[in-house]
Structures are given as C-alpha cells and as structure tokens.
C-alpha cells in the first residue's frame, strides 16, 4: 500500500473529506451523514468493496 491517505476536516459546518493525493476532488457532507458512514465502516458495511491484497 502507497502512502494513501484521507484527509478531513470540518468548514462552515460540514464535514470535507479528500484524498491526499488528489486534493482537487473535495467531498462534502453534513456531520450526521459522515457519523452514519463511519458506523457503517466500523460494522464492516464496506468490506466487500475492499481489496486487502492490494
């Protein structure tokens, strides 16, 4: 694995998150939603998407 990284920070109440690598794309969302997606994560929500090889 690269030195692959997702950055996040908060700005004028919503959550941002990038890809330290291609820092032009900027995803934004409302802090519920992200907390949403972080249980998601934790729960294994999104393993099948995973390669773990890689």
């Known amino acids: 694995m690269r030195g692959e990284r997702v950055e996040v920070r908060t700005v004028d109440g ?3 998150l990038r890809e330290s690598d291609d820092g032009e794309v900027v995803v934004r969302t409302t802090p519920a939603k992200f907390a949403t997606f972080l249980l998601g994560v934790k729960a294994g ?3 099948g ?6």
């Open 45 to 47: 929500e999104f393993d």
């Open 49 to 54: 998407y995973a390669d773990f090889d890689a």
């Open 14 to 16: 919503l959550v941002e």
